[in-house]
């Protein structure tokens, strides 16, 4: 019994081995944890750019990963730190050594050495027609995808809250992008910008979509009411209250087409607990002590509204969540 055992060991071990390396990016992206841990929203034709830092986020906000901006061509060729290269990133070279790292686990577990079960040239000939078969498939299918992300318009009617400056038409003539040019604000504009701080935290708090609705883009509405469904599936309720403005400063500030925007940094308290629905066992945070964010958010208005034209179009975060 006991030589069984031991012959079945290194079997185990390299099934072990096999399941993390198919799985790793699975693993990968298990961790990237929910909307107020990356970035998301729109900041017109500056969505996939940085933001300049300022005295309250002096490091780089998170980029943008869920937006319904389309991204410029040159940000599809080269992906922001942090994102995923969609499609086959590896390329052909890469399915290569991966299909004959496969192979080679396979001898391994059949007892025909690390590269035994490919030793005929005909087993080795069979298996490079396959790979480059398997090649050619995704290289379709990713020619595919990139020809509907880049043309969205041929798609039929827009995205539900897509905005005017997201996408082109047609077959003609790309539009040309609006003009941008900086702005200054209105003193009145910074307190509109604590208020919508306290406001959104408080329906979000609350899961109230009609207020996130008027206070936010249709996007940004979308993404947090997302959020809030998938708590309500797990059973769990996040509470938010005593939320205070700590600093704020502006990033920039900006006018394209018929719309302004403006980016700000802020760091602020708050008290901010998870419990489950049902029970009210808290899951995490403390009712008693707050937490400290700083966040850059980027708000959205038509030009000439005034303070209570913003609504909230973008949230980046620049460090998680401490304690006070």
Do not use: C
């Not at 992300?149 to 041929?154: D, E, L, N, S, T």
């Not at 700083?294 to 209570?308: D, H, K, L, M, N």
Request: aromatic share 8%; net charge positive.
């Amino acid at each position: 019994m006991s030589s069984v055992r031991a012959r079945k060991r290194p079997l185990f071990k390299i099934l072990l081995i096999a399941s993390a390396l198919a799985l790793s990016p699975a693993l990968a992206e298990a961790g990237m944890g929910d909307l107020f841990r990356g970035g998301a929203g729109s900041r017109g034709s500056r969505t996939f750019t940085p933001s300049p830092p300022t005295r309250t986020a002096p490091t780089t906000a998170t980029p943008i990963q869920r937006s319904i901006t389309t991204p410029p061509s040159s940000a599809q060729q080269t992906p922001l730190p942090g994102m995923a290269t969609p499609g086959f990133g590896r390329g052909f070279m890469g399915g290569l050594a991966g299909g004959l790292l496969g192979a080679g686990l396979f001898g391994m577990l059949t007892g025909h050495g690390l590269w035994g079960g490919m030793m005929g040239f005909a087993s080795f000939i069979g298996l490079l027609l396959q790979i480059g078969l398997l090649f050619l498939l995704g290289s379709f299918a990713y020619a595919y995808w990139r020809n509907r992300q880049g043309a969205p318009a041929m798609a039929g009617s827009p995205r539900p809250g897509a905005s005017a400056f997201a996408g082109g038409g047609g077959f003609g003539p790309a539009p040309r992008r609006p003009r941008v040019e900086p702005i200054q604000l209105a003193a009145a504009d910074f307190p509109a910008f604590e208020r919508a701080l306290t406001q959104i935290q408080d329906a979000y708090s609350r899961e109230d979509g009609a207020a996130l609705g008027r206070i936010a883009t249709a996007e940004m509405a979308g993404y947090l009411q997302e959020e809030l469904i998938e708590k309500r599936r797990r059973g769990l309720v996040n509470r938010i209250s005593d939320v205070k403005l700590l600093q704020g400063d502006l990033s920039e500030a900006w006018r394209e087409g018929a719309d302004e925007y403006a980016t700000v940094a802020m760091r602020f308290s708050m008290i901010d607990v998870t419990q489950e629905r049902e029970s009210g066992k808290i899951v995490s945070g403390d009712p008693s002590r707050p937490t400290q964010s700083t966040e850059v958010w980027t708000f959205r208005r038509r030009a000439g509204a005034g303070p209570e034209g913003w609504v909230l179009s973008a949230m980046q975060q620049t460090e998680f969540r401490k304690a006070s």
